[in-house]
C-alpha cells in the first residue's frame, strides 16, 4: 500500500505562515503530479496547488501570490508553502500523488488560522 506521510499542519494566527511536507515513495514521487487539496467542514474537497514531474506547477486562485508549491526529487518530497494565512484556509489539507491515474492520498494534517 503507496504511504503519503504529511507533516507541518498546525494552529496559526491570520497573517502568518505554515510549511506542509508530504513524503512519498520514489517509485511513485518521480513519475507523478504531486498536490495539495483541502477540505473544510461542510465543504467539497479542493484542489490548492499541484506541481508535474517537470515542475511546473498550478495553483488555485485563493492560494496565488500566498502560497508556494515544490517538490525536491531527492527527498521525494512536496512542500507547500504557506504565507499570509487566513481564517478561511482553516481545512485539513491532504497531499495527493497522481501517478498516470493511479491517485494516492495522504492521511491530512489540519490546519488551523485563528483570527
Known amino acids: 500500500q503507496v504511504q503519503l506521510v504529511e507533516s507541518g499542519g498546525g494552529l496559526v494566527q491570520a497573517g502568518g505562515s505554515l510549511r506542509l511536507s508530504c513524503a512519498a515513495p520514489?517509485?511513485?514521487?518521480?513519475?507523478?503530479?504531486m498536490g495539495w487539496y483541502r477540505q473544510a467542514p461542510g465543504k467539497q474537497r479542493e484542489l490548492v496547488a499541484v506541481?508535474?514531474?517537470?515542475?511546473?506547477?498550478n495553483y488555485a486562485d485563493s492560494a496565488k501570490g500566498r502560497f508556494t508549491i515544490s517538490r525536491d526529487n531527492a527527498k521525494s518530497t512536496v512542500y507547500l508553502q504557506m504565507n499570509s494565512l487566513r481564517p478561511e484556509d482553516t481545512a485539513v489539507y491532504y497531499c495527493?500523488?497522481?501517478?498516470?491515474?493511479?491517485?494516492?492520498w495522504g492521511q491530512g494534517t489540519q490546519v488551523t488560522v485563528s483570527s
Open positions: 495527493n500523488a497522481d501517478n498516470w491515474g493511479r491517485v494516492y
Open positions: 520514489r517509485s511513485i514521487f518521480v513519475t507523478s503530479a
Open positions: 506541481t508535474d514531474s517537470g515542475g511546473r506547477t
